[in-house]
């Protein structure tokens, strides 16, 4: 069974010959019909997403997304002084947290934003 409905693993879906008529996949293994991946039942993906969910990396990755998410938040609004900005980083942090975490310790954390007039001469 693959991923179109109706045909079967190792069937034509477009090609020179009929539609849904039998692909030799030793004669060429890199055909889309030999090559497309099974259909996983949803007791496959449940025990997939166990694994994932209960994995020490996910909770990692977890614990740092709500420090990112607070960090971030904190960090826009007092750099900023503005709420749109908190937001902004606390979405970012809460996805990325191993970017926003290290660019708003580089900016100088929750330091305001100098605000330098460029003066032409």
Not at 11 to 35: K, M, R
Not at 66 to 93: C, P
Request: aromatic share 14%.
């Amino acid at each position: 069974m693959n991923t179109y409905p109706g045909l079967y693993k190792n069937h034509s879906l477009v090609g020179f010959g009929s539609f849904g008529a039998p692909v030799d996949c030793t004669a060429n293994p890199y055909d889309p019909a030999c090559t497309q991946s099974q259909v996983v039942t949803q007791d496959q993906f449940q025990t997939s997403m166990n694994q994932y969910l209960s994995s020490p990396w996910f909770t990692v990755y977890k614990i740092l997304s709500i420090v990112g998410a607070t960090t971030g938040a904190y960090h826009g609004y007092r750099r900023n002084d503005s709420v749109g900005w908190a937001i902004g980083w606390f979405l970012l942090g809460g996805a990325f947290p191993f970017i926003t975490i290290p660019v708003s310790l580089a900016e100088g954390y929750a330091k305001p934003h100098s605000k330098r007039v460029i003066v032409d001469k």
